[in-house]
């Protein structure tokens, strides 16, 4: 009798201090990644981190939960679940699950169609005609009102008379007569930038510089019907990281982690520009492009207070 309650005694402590491990090491991972929208990556990193695998994190937490309640740690489910709860606002962004109801259109309004597409200067580097022509193709057959482009562009090497940049704007110009087109990069190699194509007359257009060599935003008016929107475009900072890249740092993982929390705290400057614009204008606005982050992400709390994702 004595050495079963010893197993059963030692096996509970056991028991205890698991539940107490995983709980904590979980409920950690939870709160960090819960201030991922809300934590400046120059400041603290970590959190921005937990952000970008927000979803493996959530299916851990819940599998945590249920091995908590299985072992009867009901105290520590509760207190996950609570978290979990609360943070549901959060989570569902990650998850594309949307409750937000679709607005009653006003009597002067119009529905307008809009379509965002990183083009990546027409995949320039193999059968640049082909992807062009492709690319062209199926925006004409979505049929958008308003098209936001972003790395629109050449390799000057690659191209001929018939597909520059100016000569692939003319190509547009059967269906969409009105253009922005900011080149942030023009050199002797390449051109590209970001473009707005549409339907409507473009007014009081802009940009906004970034220190970045390969990234801005640009934003101009259009007048549909009665009512004027404000459309803004933007190719936010990315990692700049190849498959090449990724297996030289995965090496040197210290290199890999410089490398994304300087493209995070780039895109936290460039989200406070955008969010500025948004503060200030007057009309409705109209928010698109390659942001190259997540739904989770700092960059991207600050650029949608008060809007709606679409």
């Known amino acids: 009798m004595t050495k079963r309650k010893t197993k059963q005694k030692s096996k509970s402590a056991f028991s205890i201090i698991l539940a107490n491990v995983i709980f904590t090491i ?15 990556p120059h400041i ?10 927000v979803v493996p994190i959530l299916v851990f937490t819940i599998a945590v ?17 609570i978290f979990t709860l609360i943070s549901f606002p959060l989570w569902r962004k990650s998850l594309i699950i949307n409750f937000t109801k679709t607005e009653q259109i006003e009597e002067c309004d119009t529905e307008v169609k809009v379509m965002t597409y990183n083009v990546e200067m027409f995949s320039t580097y193999v059968q640049y005609v082909e992807c062009f022509n492709n690319i062209k193709a199926f925006i004409f057959k979505e049929d958008p009102d308003i098209v936001f482009i972003q790395e629109f562009g050449y390799f000057k090497r690659h191209s001929n008379k018939n597909y520059n940049s100016r000569a692939i704007e003319q190509y547009f110009n059967s269906k969409y007569p009105y253009r922005h087109l900011w080149y942030k990069n023009q050199t002797t190699r390449q051109e590209h930038g970001v473009l707005v194509l549409s339907k409507y007359p473009l007014t009081n257009k802009h940009k906004l510089e970034y220190d970045s060599k390969n990234n801005v935003s640009t934003y101009c008016d259009v007048t549909i019907g009665c009512k004027t929107l404000r459309l803004i475009n933007n190719h936010l900072e990315s990692y700049k990281l190849s498959n090449d890249q ?20 780039s895109r936290a400057s460039q989200a406070k520009s955008i969010h500025e614009v948004i503060e200030k204008s007057s009309y409705p606005v109209i928010v698109a492009g ?12 600050i650029i949608s207070q008060g809007l709606n994702d679409a």
């Open 65 to 81: 939960i249920i091995f908590l309640a299985a072992i009867k740690h009901y105290r520590f489910c509760i207190i996950l679940l």
């Open 246 to 265: 990724v297996n030289l740092h995965i090496k040197d993982k210290e290199a890999l982690y410089f490398r994304m929390k300087e493209a995070m705290t």
């Open 290 to 301: 390659d942001f190259n982050d997540v739904p989770m992400s700092y960059s991207y709390h």
């Open 44 to 53: 603290i990193a970590i959190p921005a981190f937990l952000g970008i695998v």
């Open 26 to 40: 979980s409920l950690i991972l939870l709160i960090l990644t819960i201030l991922a929208p809300f934590t400046p």
